[in-house]
């Protein structure tokens, strides 16, 4: 039997073409589950929270706000925080107590509007694309008059301002993830997002927006 050099060659090329085929693909693949956002997914999501707030008037009554702009700061880094800018920005713009959200570049110890700061701390973050896990710290406070340097205390308090009646919240979540299905990690960072904005939409739904 005589074998050609000439088809190993062949064989040889036509290998090579498989796996640069091969190698091509996976690499769009890998593009796509790096740039597009989509999930279809199962998840367990646990959240908790600590919330507490005050006005220096000390009363119980309704408290009417209704200011023309409230600004937003969102700090943390990377998909996460501009997605939950934007989801935040929809649930609460234009509600009676915030007015339009303001997004704030770099926030000053005094605003001249009120500030809702919210800071994101990741404890950890596991993404594959058939499983996921994460767990985030964020931390939120708010204040009417614009001072929000309160955020760092244990206890919300008032030091100055008796007139007008001003309010802060401080508000602290702990969010769990366990995610199983196809998703892209943009994707998931979405839904991480997402749920983020919705713990804080309810907290502020029952603090100051009413």
């Known amino acids: 039997m005589f074998i050609w050099a000439g088809e190993d060659v062949d064989q040889g090329?036509?290998?090579n073409k498989r796996t640069t085929y091969l190698f091509g693909a996976l690499l769009a693949l890998m593009a796509v589950f790096s740039m597009l956002s989509f999930r279809l997914i199962s998840s367990?999501?646990?959240v908790n929270s600590t919330s507490s707030?005050?006005?220096n008037d000390?009363?119980?009554?309704?408290?009417?706000?209704?200011?023309e702009s409230t600004g937003l700061f969102i700090d943390g880094d990377g998909r996460v925080a501009l997605h939950l800018q934007t989801r935040l920005t929809q649930l609460i713009q234009y509600q009676q107590s915030i007015?339009?959200?303001t997004a704030i570049a770099s926030p000053e110890a005094r605003?001249?509007?009120p500030v809702l700061y919210v800071e994101i701390i990741p404890l950890k973050h596991i993404w594959t694309p058939v499983y996921a896990q994460a767990e985030y710290k964020v931390e939120v406070s708010y204040a009417s008059n614009g001072d929000t340097s309160f955020r760092k205390d244990e206890v919300?308090?008032?030091t100055s301002d008796t007139?007008?009646?001003?309010?802060q919240l401080k508000s602290s979540f702990t969010i769990q993830d366990t995610s199983f299905g196809i998703m892209s990690v943009t994707g998931y960072q979405d839904y991480l997002a997402e749920k983020m904005a919705a713990a804080i939409h309810e907290n502020l739904r029952k603090e100051i927006l009413n």
Do not use: L
């Open 111 to 113: 605003m001249n509007m």
């Open 58 to 67: 000390g009363s119980n009554t309704p408290w009417e706000f209704a200011p």
């Open 44 to 46: 367990q999501t646990g």
């Open 156 to 158: 919300v308090r008032f």
């Open 53 to 55: 707030s005050m006005r």
């Open 13 to 15: 090329v036509r290998m």
């Open 163 to 167: 007139n007008p009646i001003t309010r």
């Open 99 to 101: 007015g339009k959200i």
